[in-house]
């Protein structure tokens, strides 16, 4: 198949249901409506932003990837401009088509369009062919994020809170006049 038979746009409202069911798995958990809502939002967002991209690959006529670009910084104390390639995802069925790379190419140039350096994505670390994929696009492992609920976390951490030292000197009084009484009891003196 070749490639021309895919093309590159900007996301439109109309294209949310479509885009909802691609990025499943990078959603919020809610209802459908609630995320394709969630969509529309960040579509308008983006086409109002200067700093931001939804773009879409068509083959022949139907979505069948898109990407999220935007311009940040490579973390919240390393200040560096960074184009964030957000979920590049493909549909299973138009894989190996020559999408995730159009995708790929689509955040280099918004990069060298806006003299920006640096080009980060992330991919889930269970997909083994996503990440292969882009280490062979030189996009090499930066940091590890990890995610867990919050009440979980507090869970972990209560249950490896260590326990408080004792806040009265009591136990210890009574540990140590228990100590002399047995001294005194096994002293030969009596």
């Known amino acids: 198949m070749s490639r021309s038979m895919v093309t590159l746009r900007c996301a439109e409202v109309d294209d949310a249901r479509v885009l909802a069911e691609l990025w499943v798995d990078a959603l919020r958990r809610a209802d459908d409506q609630d995320q394709v809502a969630d969509l529309e939002l960040v579509i308008k967002a983006a086409a109002e932003s200067p700093e931001q991209r939804l773009l879409v690959a068509d083959y022949d006529g139907e979505l069948a990837g898109a990407i999220f670009l935007r311009v940040g910084t490579l973390s919240p104390i390393n200040l560096e401009q960074t184009v964030q390639a957000i979920s590049p995802h493909v549909f299973p069925r138009f894989r ?63 249950a490896q809170r260590p326990a408080p030292p004792s806040t009265s000197g009591r136990q210890l009084t009574r540990v140590l006049a228990a100590r002399r009484s047995m001294r005194r009891a096994q002293s030969p003196t009596g």
Do not use: C, W, Y
């Open 96 to 158: 190996r088509h020559g999408i995730g790379r159009l995708l790929m190419e689509s955040a280099v140039a918004f990069a060298e369009e806006l003299g920006i350096g640096h080009v980060a994505t992330a991919a889930s670390s269970g997909s083994r062919d996503a990440n292969r994929f882009m280490a062979r696009l030189a996009l090499g492992p930066h940091a590890t994020v990890r995610v867990a609920p919050t009440q979980v976390v507090r869970a972990k951490l209560t």
